[in-house]
């Protein structure tokens, strides 16, 4: 690691030093809130961006200020070898944190091979703690045992370890508290997320989203919340923690409230378009420019000229945005 080059600036001057990567559009779950029981029309292979082409923009964009990067998707961990990726990113000079999200369903197999590769923490998206219903929420029965993915990734020294939970009214919103219990003596943090309504949301409408206010009262029934600093990274939840807990409740409120004036991130989707905003159209494609040998940079700064003071969600409607597993949530 070296010293980082400052990181470049949008037109309204924050500093963008933060990448999200899709690696692929592909899931082996179907969560409720994400994408449709008979899943997405997939992006043709030879299109998606091969793990050297994703290093190759990382290696062009790095010295522009560009030092954390997370891998999302779709479900990362199901594209064959990560390792071999995460691998080539932790060597590229400014790369300073590496970060994954992940449904969790493979990292009890494999979260020591990606600490070994370079991987420094992961989120793991955790919708409930009880099994039949995550099947329900997921439409999936892959065996999955949250608690014991956050486990495998806090023993891996994958850590801090987040837990993401997606607050549906009625289907999951009784679980509020166990989860908010597990921070007690589990040093994870918990991050309650309110439902955004965009792609394909068949089963969910906005009488399924839970305003953060909400889920912090329900959450203090068990005990008094302090705000807290929480434990670092890159993005833009609150934190709470009860007194003498190892963990910590955060907030995430792109419903109730926006956090646009902090941005910090661009995200590039798996057929290589660098998307500014996570809603809209804010997109500058990068592949046909990294394959011809093209410098990345002047689409890079082009892009961070466009990027969007805020989004317009709250003025869209479902159906009306692309699900998030396609734009790398
Ligand atoms: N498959 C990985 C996972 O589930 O963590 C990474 C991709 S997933 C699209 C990233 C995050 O987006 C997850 O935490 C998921 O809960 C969240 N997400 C997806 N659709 C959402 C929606 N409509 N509203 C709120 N969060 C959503
Ligand atoms: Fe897959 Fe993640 Fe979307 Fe669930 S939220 S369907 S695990 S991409």
């Given at each position: 690691?070296?010293?980082?080059?400052?990181?470049a600036?949008?037109?309204?001057?924050?500093?963008i030093?933060y990448?999200?990567?899709?690696?692929?559009?592909r899931?082996?779950?179907r969560?409720?809130y994400?994408m449709?029981?008979?899943g997405?029309?997939w992006l043709?292979?030879?299109?998606?961006?091969s793990?050297e082409e994703?290093?190759?923009?990382?290696?062009?964009?790095?010295p522009?200020?560009?030092?954390r990067?997370?891998?999302?998707?779709?479900?990362?961990t199901?594209?064959?070898?990560?390792e071999r990726?995460i691998?080539m990113?932790?060597?590229?000079?400014?790369?300073e944190?590496?970060?994954?999200?992940?449904n969790g369903?493979?990292?009890?197999?494999?979260?020591?091979?990606?600490?070994?590769?370079g991987?420094?923490?992961?989120?793991?998206?955790?919708?409930?703690?009880?099994?039949?219903r995550?099947v329900k929420?997921a439409?999936?029965d892959?065996?999955?045992?949250?608690?014991?993915?956050?486990?495998?990734?806090?023993?891996a020294?994958?850590?801090?370890?987040?837990?993401?939970?997606?607050?549906?009214r009625?289907?999951n919103?009784?679980?509020?508290?166990d989860?908010?219990?597990?921070?007690?003596?589990?040093?994870?943090?918990?991050?309650?997320i309110e439902?955004?309504?965009?792609?394909?949301?068949r089963?969910l409408?906005?009488?399924h989203?839970?305003p953060?206010d909400?889920?912090?009262?329900?959450?203090?029934?068990?005990?008094?919340?302090?705000a807290?600093?929480g434990p670092?990274?890159?993005?833009?939840?609150?934190y709470?923690?009860f007194?003498?807990?190892?963990?910590?409740i955060?907030?995430?409120?792109?419903?109730?409230?926006?956090?646009?004036?902090?941005?910090n991130?661009?995200?590039l989707?798996?057929?290589?378009?660098?998307r500014t905003c996570?809603?809209?159209?804010h997109e500058?494609?990068l592949?046909?420019?990294?394959?011809?040998?093209?410098?990345?940079a002047?689409?890079?700064?082009r892009?961070?000229?466009?990027?969007?003071?805020?989004?317009a969600?709250?003025?869209m409607?479902?159906g009306?945005l692309r699900?998030l597993s396609?734009v790398?949530?």
């Open positions: 690691m070296s010293d980082a080059a400052a990181p600036r949008d037109q309204f001057g924050r500093a030093e990448l999200r990567i899709s690696v692929t559009d899931c082996n779950f969560c409720l994400c449709p029981s008979e997405l029309p043709p292979r030879a299109e998606i961006l793990y994703i290093a190759g923009v990382v290696a062009q964009l790095a522009l200020g560009l030092r990067i997370r891998l999302t998707g779709g479900e990362p199901i594209r064959p070898q990560l990726l691998a990113l932790a060597a590229i000079e400014g790369v944190d590496i970060a994954l999200s992940t369903v493979r990292l009890e197999e494999r979260a020591d091979v990606y600490r070994a590769a991987l420094r923490r992961v989120n793991i998206s955790a919708d409930s703690l009880r099994a039949e995550i929420i439409r999936r892959l065996g999955l045992d949250p608690v014991r993915a956050a486990r495998a990734a806090s023993d020294g994958l850590g801090p370890v987040k837990l993401n939970v997606v607050v549906l009625g289907i919103d009784d679980e509020i508290a989860f908010a219990r597990l921070t007690i003596d589990n040093p994870w943090h918990v991050r309650f439902l955004m309504p965009v792609g394909e949301l089963e409408t906005w009488d989203v839970v953060s909400e889920v912090l009262a329900r959450a203090g029934a068990i005990g008094r919340l302090e807290v600093a670092g990274g890159n993005g833009p939840a609150a709470h923690a007194a003498g807990a190892r963990g910590t955060g907030v995430i409120t792109p419903m109730s409230h926006t956090y646009c004036a902090s941005c991130r661009v995200r989707t798996a057929d290589g378009r660098l996570l809603f809209g159209d500058v494609p592949r046909d420019a990294l394959r011809a040998g093209e410098p990345l002047p689409l890079f700064r892009a961070l000229e466009g990027k969007p003071r805020e989004h969600l709250l003025q409607r479902v009306g699900a396609q790398g949530g």
